[in-house]
């Protein structure tokens, strides 16, 4: 019953250092999702994938990338972190079938960058 | 384009009821609420089909006026674990993605 597995739970960086937050669901779900959470700010979306092979920006994708590693793992890349990307990540996959999106999240992953 | 939640927050007794709403500016297919417990990831609730249904868990509820574009959950007889932040996600098909409200803090008081 492990559902939305992501890693690590917290990451401290410095400006421009890289990392990859990992999120893998045992699901069997065909849609994955990556939000950053900020106070006062609820859930953005960063970057989704609708399908294996495919991946889509959401409202705030900059200085992000990801990658559809296979059906079961979506990853969250950040190249060269900045301060503005200290938050809180949330990993979400979609039940299949459902037609409506709803969504299982993953624990979470809190980065401070500083 | 984000929902707009109200209230930002609420504070009630053991026992009390309370409205939080929801309410979008584009024609919406279907509205999620959500509970995230401090610390913790977001929970699913329930949701609202374009149809204008009211549905309901345990004590908690809530209604789709589809020609408002506006959602309501309804937490009657509040007890102490519905403490949380209250989140709506907003669903035009064909976006094929959820956009959050920015959430109602709710705090329940012994």
């Not at chain 1, 699901?27 to 994955?32: A, Q, V």
Request: glycine letters at 8%.
């Amino acid at each position: 019953n492990a559902g939305v597995t992501q890693t690590p739970k917290f990451q401290v960086l410095k400006t421009g250092q890289s990392m990859t937050l990992q999120c893998a669901q045992d699901m069997n779900h065909n849609s994955m999702y990556w939000y950053r959470q900020d106070p006062g700010m609820g859930l953005r979306l960063i970057y989704y994938s609708a399908s294996e092979g495919t991946t889509d920006k959401g409202e705030v994708p900059n200085g992000y990338n990801v990658s559809r590693l296979n059906k079961r793992e979506f990853s969250l890349r950040l190249e060269s972190a900045a301060p503005s990307q200290t938050s809180v990540y949330f990993c979400a996959s979609t039940t299949p079938g459902s037609g409506a999106n709803v969504l299982t999240f993953g624990a979470g992953s809190r980065l401070t960058v500083l | 384009q984000q929902p707009v939640q109200s209230p930002q927050a609420v504070i009630l007794r053991e026992g009390e009821d309370a409205v939080i709403n929801c309410s979008s500016s584009k024609a919406l297919y279907s509205v999620h609420w959500y509970r995230q417990k401090h610390g913790e990831a977001p929970v699913f609730l329930m949701i609202l089909l374009k149809g204008g249904e009211q549905k309901g868990h345990d004590k908690i509820s809530a209604s789709f006026n589809e020609k408002k574009q506006q959602s309501s959950l309804y937490l009657t007889a509040s007890q102490l674990s519905y403490s949380g932040t209250y989140f709506c996600g907003t669903d035009r098909r064909s976006a094929r993605q959820l956009t959050f409200g920015s959430g109602t803090q709710l705090t329940v008081l012994p």
